[in-house]
């Protein structure tokens, strides 16, 4: 039927959600709208045109748009098969939430082919998982983070994993919490955009986070989830690398905070 009502596209919390009328449950979350309203055009098919309606967030409706799956590259949306979006090749963006996992326990157990370290800028070792990560691993890391020389606030450095069951490490200097007025938000998406730049380039199918930045450095924790999951969606619609992240929470409550950010019943 030409014109009915197919997917709304609202925004909620600073996340646009796809959803199909009659249907309980999201079809997707993305950090853009564009991307949202591209979902929904692929998710509609090119049997019929969709009607896709723009909530903009406080029930009453910015706009309703009529368009087949042949339209959407000339109404300057990304696509499945852009392959500029990112600067790389993209996927399908139902793709996405499949490539992310969660888990709680000691990430130093992960056998996968890096894991993240939420190191200090000396690469020196510390408390947490800093430490942990250290101690599991053995002199040769620490050796080896002597030899790099440090690593700014946002920035990463990859090493070998030595005695961990991970092939290797990658660290990342997190932002210490001031109050939010010193660029920390800022700070914190740059350290997973660097560890996601190295896996992309390394091509590591699988790699592992913790929660940067929540511990003694103060990052509020639900915030810090929020910007951790949006950020790795983002890389993950438009790299192939890492094809698979977990997230690791030490504690529940941390596992809640990524729940949440993730749209995942508790």
């Not at 646009?16 to 591209?38: M, N």
């Not at 992960?110 to 990560?133: M, Q, Y």
């Not at 800022?186 to 986070?209: D, G, N, V």
Request: charged letters at 20%.
């Amino acid at each position: 039927m030409l014109g009915r009502h197919i997917y709304r596209v609202r925004l909620i919390e600073q996340v646009w959600i796809v959803t199909k009328d009659g249907e309980a449950g999201s079809q997707g979350r993305f950090p853009r709208r564009e991307e949202a309203i591209a979902e929904a055009v692929w998710l509609a098919g090119s049997d019929e045109p969709a009607k896709v309606t723009i909530d903009n967030g406080d029930g009453t409706i910015a706009e309703e748009l009529l368009f087949g799956i042949d339209a959407v590259d000339e109404l300057g949306l990304i696509s499945r098969t852009d392959s500029s979006f990112c600067g790389g090749p993209s996927m399908a963006f139902s793709d996405v939430g499949r490539r992310i996992s969660l888990t709680s326990g000691d990430i130093t157990r992960l056998k996968v082919d890096a894991i993240v370290n939420a190191a200090n800028a000396s690469l020196l070792g510390g408390g947490g998982v800093d430490g942990a990560i250290h101690r599991a691993a053995g002199p040769g890391l620490l050796a080896e983070c002597q030899a790099i020389g440090g690593c700014p606030t946002g920035e990463a450095r990859l090493t070998g994993g030595y005695l961990l069951p991970a092939s290797h490490v990658i660290h990342t200097a997190g932002p210490i919490w001031r109050g939010g007025g010193a660029g920390e938000r800022q700070l914190l998406e740059t350290c997973y955009r660097s560890c996601l730049t190295i896996a992309q380039a390394e091509q590591f199918p699988q790699i592992a986070f913790p929660a940067i930045a929540t511990g003694i450095y103060g990052f509020p924790r639900e915030e810090a989830a929020q910007i951790a999951v949006t950020t790795v969606a983002e890389h993950l619609a438009g790299w192939d690398f890492p094809e698979r992240v977990i997230f690791v929470c030490f504690d529940p409550a941390t596992l809640q905070a990524y729940q949440k950010a993730l749209g995942r019943a508790a």
